[in-house]
């Protein structure tokens, strides 16, 4: 089966291997940014009308470029895999927190700062897979296995829309 997939998608012996956790890292985030973009407009459109949406989104838009400055920031201060690894850990303390929150504590001003989470979410994890490959694969393995990681992300939008 390993043959046959190193034949058809052109690498290398040894690639797949290398390339595995990348297609499934990035296949997770873009799952999950799919089903969490489904879920915070059903969350903000229940409380909210549709014509603050674009309020939502500029917020968005402004944001990214503070979080962005405050990631790059910490990025030179600490090494790529603690960054990553902490990016990650407080993803999913937020998620859950604010799972918790929409079940229990039913505050007001919560839809539309998820909404803006999973925005700020969405750009954030992306780029850190892309920075991950790109410290992790030479020149050559990025020109081989960039396709494969991109597959990933084309599968999870699939996997996170039909979920």
Not at 57 to 82: E, Q
Not at 120 to 125: K, R
Not at 140 to 156: H, T, V, Y
Request: positive net charge; proline residues 3%; hydrophobic residues 60%.
């Amino acid at each position: 089966m390993n043959r046959v997939l190193n034949r058809v998608l052109n690498l290398q012996p040894g690639d797949f291997a290398r390339a595995a956790p990348f297609f499934f890292y990035y296949f997770l985030i873009i799952a999950s940014y799919s089903m969490g973009q489904v879920a915070r407009d059903a969350l903000f459109l229940d409380r909210f009308k549709a014509v603050q949406l674009p309020y939502a989104d500029i917020a968005i838009a402004v944001l990214v470029g503070f979080v962005v400055a405050f990631y790059l920031w910490v990025s030179r201060r600490t090494n790529l895999k603690n960054l990553i690894s902490i990016c990650l850990l407080v993803f999913a303390l937020m998620a859950s927190g604010f799972w918790w929150s929409a079940h229990y504590a039913k505050w007001p001003w919560l839809f539309p700062v998820i909404y803006v989470w999973v925005g700020i979410f969405g750009v954030l994890a992306t780029a850190q897979v892309w920075t991950l490959a790109n410290f992790v694969w030479t020149t050559r393995e990025a020109k081989r296995l960039f396709s494969l990681l991109g597959s990933g992300g084309i599968l999870g939008g699939i996997f996170g829309g039909f979920f």
